[in-house]
């Protein structure tokens, strides 16, 4: 599969993750069933910055850790869009990681 296809479905997850929630590299790469694939997740990620439509700041490691800050313009922009979410960061961490955390395989059907 080429880089342009899976990053566009990687893009077409993380379209409908909702405000106030994150989702990991590793549950979108399960999703889409290449669970191997989560570094290839992130690099999709850093490449998202040229689609304003696609939230990658709900995008975090599976700790909850913001791992991909360094990607975003600014010091902290990743954590500041995030916080205008209503999430709570501490040490580029999100907090309460269990109760924001957005699963593709619960909450999106298989055959999209």
Known sequence: MANSD??????????????????????????????RSS????????????????????????????TGKHHFPGTHLMQQLLESEGLIIQKDQVQNFDAVFWDPMLELSLDQ
Not at 8 to 32: D, H, N, W
């Open 6 to 35: 899976f990053f566009e479905r990687v893009y077409e997850v993380v379209r409908q993750v909702p405000v106030g929630k994150v989702t990991s590299y590793g549950a979108i790469a399960k999703y889409l069933g290449t669970p």
């Open 39 to 66: 570094r290839a997740v992130g690099y999709a990620m850093n490449a998202a910055h040229a689609h304003l439509d696609v939230p990658a700041q709900r995008v975090v490691n599976r700790n909850g850790l913001l």
